[in-house]
């Protein structure tokens, strides 16, 4: 197996240092036995391993003082990473746990890191026949890639083109010990019920399935790509008057396949999770029936697009706000804000709006629109709706944007406008 390892990480691109992820058992045990065997036949970077605690099960802690105890036989660094992997509503546990560890794999990644897991031929399989069941397209039924970007640097899977006996057989030989997790054997899990029940099926039928199936993903991979590459030809074609959009007349003017590939890729972009099927065709449909004005809004877990002004925006859910928040603020220290995702700061008002916030007349609040606020610029009142209008200001967006208040007076509508004040007002 030493061999195949040795090949399959020079395949990989170089790396400042291997992280493992090892849980216990026998797949993460076997690479990180393996690694460490290598040690500079290939010019190893440093080693390190990482265990990520997820408080779950019972024998949770006995799982994390194995990983040591391997760890420490082999003189290899281990960091054990305790996460909350409780899932939240509508996540399956098995998602929640996958997403906490992933996260936390990939903060443990300082740049030019790699992190290595221990995926092998026969998870490339079940993995495949997965995404098939679930009606996924070839992005899905490309299963596992080799690498990938990955937290600051990128995930590798050197096992991949090995089967489940050789790393069997290599264990046995070393005399390795690794741990078992029970809920592997519950029938309950769609994976499980694959692993344990249907594969050994199929594969006394046809003894080359897993090499087949892995095959398969591959196609499905190079048919990915080029539609990953046909999307972003499109996309230059779709890009809307501000940045980060899509224009909607522009995604008319595509066929059907060719307006789901551009989406899917748009979202990928962005780091947002794609719809399912049918949240994208009633996207869709919205983007074919609606008028500019007419508050496209479509919204799945994760992620949400709007549009406005035949531009299509898309972005994480917004939080809910209350619009009679009022917030109290000296001028001097930074105030947070976090449900607006915004500090403010008297430096930042200073660059921004030419005014000294502790200059300006008390008491100094800060609110949120709504409804019927003016602004007065250059000696005309003006409804703050009509200026929000005129800039091109998303009404998802007006809402976020802090009032400040000085006295009675509106003063400043952050980052846009300084409202006409009295002479000397906020400025030394």
């Known amino acids: 197996m030493l061999g195949a390892l040795a090949q399959a990480v020079e395949r990989l691109p170089p790396a400042r240092r291997w992280l493992v992820g090892l849980s216990g058992g026998l797949d993460s045990v076997v690479l990180l036995h393996g690694l460490a065997q290598l040690g500079g036949r290939v010019g190893s970077p440093g080693l390190r391993a990482v265990h990520v605690h997820h408080g779950l099960h019972a024998r949770a802690d006995a799982w994390a003082q194995h990983c040591q105890v391997l760890c420490d036989a082999l003189e290899v660094p281990l960091d054990v990473v305790r996460v909350d992997a409780r899932p939240h509503r509508g996540q399956s546990p098995e998602a929640a746990a996958r997403h906490a560890r992933y996260q936390a794999l990939a903060d443990q990644m300082a740049p030019g890191d790699a992190l290595l897991t221990a995926h092998h031929r026969r998870d490339q399989a079940e993995t495949l026949l997965l995404q098939l069941l ?11 890639p080799r690498w990938q970007p990955h937290g600051s640097g990128w995930h590798g899977r050197p096992l991949l083109d090995m089967d489940r006996p050789m790393l069997e057989a290599h264990a046995r030989e070393n005399g390795l010990v690794w741990v078992e ?13 694959l692993r344990h029940e249907v ?4 594969r006394q039928r046809w003894p080359s399935l897993d090499t087949t199936l892995a095959r398969a993903a591959g196609l499905q991979a190079e048919a990915q790509e080029l539609l990953a590459e046909r999307a972003r030809e499109d996309l230059q074609t779709l890009r809307g008057e501000a940045a980060g959009t899509l224009s909607i007349p522009a995604i008319r003017a ?31 449909q919205q983007i074919r029936d609606v008028g500019p004005d007419s508050g496209l809004l479509v919204t799945w877990p994760g992620a949400e697009v709007r549009g406005y002004r035949d531009s299509l925006h898309a972005m994480a ?24 995702g915004i ?19 008390p008491p100094l609040t800060v609110r949120l629109r709504r409804g019927g606020e003016t602004c007065r610029l ?13 800039a091109g200001i998303p009404p998802w967006e007006r809402d976020r944007i802090p009032l400040i208040h000085a006295g009675d007076r ?4 952050w980052g846009l406008w300084c409202c006409d004040l009295p002479a000397g007002a906020g400025r030394r």
């Open 410 to 413: 509106l003063a400043v509508v």
């Open 199 to 202: 594969m050994p099926r199929l």
């Open 378 to 390: 250059r000696g005309q009142t003006r409804i703050l709706k009509k200026l929000f209008q005129e």
């Open 317 to 340: 859910p917004l939080p809910l706000l209350d619009p009679a928040s009022v917030w109290s603020w000296d001028g001097i220290r930074d105030l947070a804000l976090p449900e607006l």
């Open 343 to 361: 500090t403010l700061s008297a430096q930042e008002m200073l660059r921004l709006h030419g005014l000294e916030p502790a200059l300006l007349e």
């Open 181 to 193: 997790d029970d809920s592997n054997g519950d029938l309950g899990l769609d994976r499980n019920l």
């Open 254 to 284: 595509l066929r059907r396949p060719r307006q789901r590939n551009a989406l899917r890729e748009w979202w990928r972009e962005k780091g947002l999770p794609a719809p399912n099927q049918n949240r994208l065709e009633a996207l869709l």
């Open 134 to 144: 679930r009606g996924a397209g070839p992005a899905g039924l490309s299963a596992m």
